[in-house]
């Protein structure tokens, strides 16, 4: 009944566009984790819709939108996101937020700033405010939705700021007033007060009518806080466990768990990156793919798949199925190279490591492809695509041992093999 659509990378692995398809049966889509650092573009109709905290469910007519309790809502930007759909004329009135979501506050974004700013081993953050925020959520001083409803909103806030404004005072920066927040936050609460409500009790409720949902993830598994390259990651847990925790629904309702991946990779930020092409094969990549950030505009490092590190993503999550796209760029090379061990001092194993120094002492083993694929945007089976990509995607599914569920073939909406 739940399905879930997962990043087994590095994240920008198009989950977008999986969920698009999937969402189109769904009665509910949910949004678990992560914030305003995640972002994908939809085309429909020859519009873009950029979503970042929205879940894309919503551009279906009738599908209920949800935010989990486990996301971190920026609500200035949620609200410029509700007003340019409803500018679109997407109806909006099946968008619900959990009173249990936590609020980023100015004071989350400046800090995100600060740190890495004073970081020597800088982490590449999206600056949004997303580490600082769930920070606060941890250590119990955070500010949930439903407090900026509660009489104690005005003091949580002057609490906050005055213990922040210490640490901004410190290094230099610019302080915080708490008055002006609480004044802001109030505008926005009013805005998004009939959008609240209890979203576990509501999911459960649409479990009991057996009604379709699916959990978009954000970001991706290797970008987990916990089974992630740590420290070069998000903070929160984009893996399985952060869609079960971040929604309320348990692992008993789960249906198909889907790992989406590019048949290249990239990755924004810094951190170990085994298989990245810091040369004129990643350059080529990141043109043929328009690998640069929906969310900062940064242009991605990009590489070769690395099925080590995919390998570790099917078994962390419990993967059923593979979503695998842009199959149509990685197409357009002549050669194509996928790292199918680690070669360990010696040793060469698919064991995959988030310790950046044993990552450090490992070089990729590669097996080499055919490219040229040719144009197979309108392929619509498996069984019809060139043999170069057959056997290259042959190899993935044959080395992770997880059924290939979903083939991107273009950059439009149909341009996708569904597996039968
Ligand atoms: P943060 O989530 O802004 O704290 O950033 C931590 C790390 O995760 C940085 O390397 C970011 O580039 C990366 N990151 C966060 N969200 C995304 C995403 O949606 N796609 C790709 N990378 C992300």
């Known amino acids: 009944m739940v399905d879930v659509v997962i990043g087994t990378f590095f994240g920008d692995e198009g989950k977008g566009k999986i969920i698009d398809f999937l969402s189109q049966n769904a009665k509910v889509s949910v949004r678990c984790t992560g914030g305003n650092n995640a972002g994908h573009t939809i085309n429909v ?46 109806d909006i009135s099946n968008f619900y937020i959990s009173d249990k979501a936590q609020v980023i506050m100015p004071y989350h974004v400046a800090m995100d700033e600060l740190q890495e700013d004073i970081r020597e081993n800088k982490i590449g953050t999206t600056k949004r405010g997303i580490g600082p925020s769930y920070c606060d959520k941890i250590d119990r001083s955070g500010i949930r939705i439903e407090d900026l409803y509660s009489k104690n909103f005005e003091s949580l806030v002057r609490e906050n700021v005055k213990s922040k404004n210490v640490i901004f005072k410190n290094y230099g920066y610019k302080t915080f007033n708490s008055e002006e927040i609480i004044k802001e936050y109030k505008e926005y609460a009013e805005y998004l007060k009939s959008y609240v409500t ?18 978009e993830g954000a970001q991706a598994t290797l970008l987990d806080i916990d089974l992630g390259s740590y420290p070069y990651v998000t903070s929160s847990n984009p893996t399985i466990g952060g869609i ?30 085994i298989t990245e092409q810091n040369n004129e094969i990643g350059d080529t990549i990141r043109e043929l793919g328009h690998e640069y950030g929906t969310t900062t505009k940064r242009p991605r490092r990009c590489g070769w798949l690395d099925l080590v590190a995919l390998k570790y993503s099917c078994m962390v999550n419990g993967l059923t199925g593979l979503a695998v796209n842009h199959v149509d760029t990685i197409g357009k090379l002549d050669k194509i190279k996928l790292c199918v061990a680690y070669n360990h001092n010696g040793d060469i194993n698919m064991k995959y490591s988030t310790n950046a120094e044993y990552i450090a002492n490992c070089s990729p083993v590669y097996e080499e492809f055919e490219g040229n694929f ?6 619509k089976r498996r069984e019809d695509l060139p043999e170069n990509a057959k056997k290259y995607l042959n190899r993935i599914e044959e080395l992770v041992g997880v059924p290939i569920k979903f083939i991107g073939t273009g950059a439009d909406r149909e341009d996708m093999i569904v597996v039968e």
């Open 45 to 90: 109709n020859g519009k873009k819709f950029a979503f970042h905290l929205i879940p894309s469910g919503i551009l279906n007519k009738g599908t209920k939108a949800i935010i989990g309790n486990g996301v971190v809502v920026n609500p200035k930007v949620l609200i410029e996101e509700l007003e340019n759909l409803k500018a679109n004329n997407i």
């Open 198 to 215: 209890d979203t576990v009790s509501m999911l459960h409720e649409s479990i009991e009518k057996k009604e379709k949902i699916l959990c």
């Open 244 to 273: 079960c925790s971040g929604s309320g629904i348990g692992a008993k309702y789960l249906g198909e768990v889907y790992g989406v991946l590019k048949a290249y990779s990239s990755r924004v930020g810094e951190g170990p990156y």
């Open 374 to 379: 040719g144009d197979i945007s309108k392929i």
